[in-house]
């Protein structure tokens, strides 16, 4: 495989570039997946489009297609959570079960600073690959949505 392309706030994507992967993430997350919006905002927070801690994003291609995409956001609370989280992680659904994803996977945990959390759903296939490169268990996650108006 070659390698991935780095992006972050001093290697930005052109805008055609930043919005195929935004599309890329939408289409091959699935049912996994966000809004076009929550995307774009995850992507932006990574490269500091606004004020944020930044991240970055791993782009790999097959040809001139891409073939899978990390975005690590930084969570600027070191020593208290981990220091990046992994929002999202999407291989070609065409592409899948050739190793893009754990590559990448090894490639994002080579480029964070720091220790690395995620949110993964219980039925999330993905979750095996996370578990195989390492990942582990440690919290149950509840949230609290403020109720509108």
């Known amino acids: 495989m070659t390698e ?34 929550d995307i774009k905002k995850a992507v932006d927070y990574s490269l500091k489009e606004y004020h944020s801690f930044g991240g970055f994003l791993l782009v790999s291609y097959e040809g001139e297609d891409i073939s899978g995409v990390v975005v690590v956001n930084q969570t600027g609370m070191s020593g208290y959570i981990p220091e990046n989280i992994l929002v999202y992680i999407a291989t070609h659904n065409e592409m899948r079960g050739k190793g893009i994803g754990k590559y990448l996977m090894k490639k994002a945990i080579e480029n964070a600073k720091g220790d690395i959390a995620l949110h993964v759903e219980p039925d999330n296939p993905a979750r095996f690959l996370y578990e195989k490169v390492g990942f582990t268990s440690k919290y149950m996650e509840m949230r609290f949505k403020q109720p509108a108006g």
């Open 4 to 37: 991935p392309k780095l992006f972050h706030e001093d290697s930005k994507p052109d805008e055609t570039t930043k919005k195929n992967i935004i599309d890329f993430l939408f289409h091959h997350l699935e049912q996994y997946g966000d809004s076009w919006e």
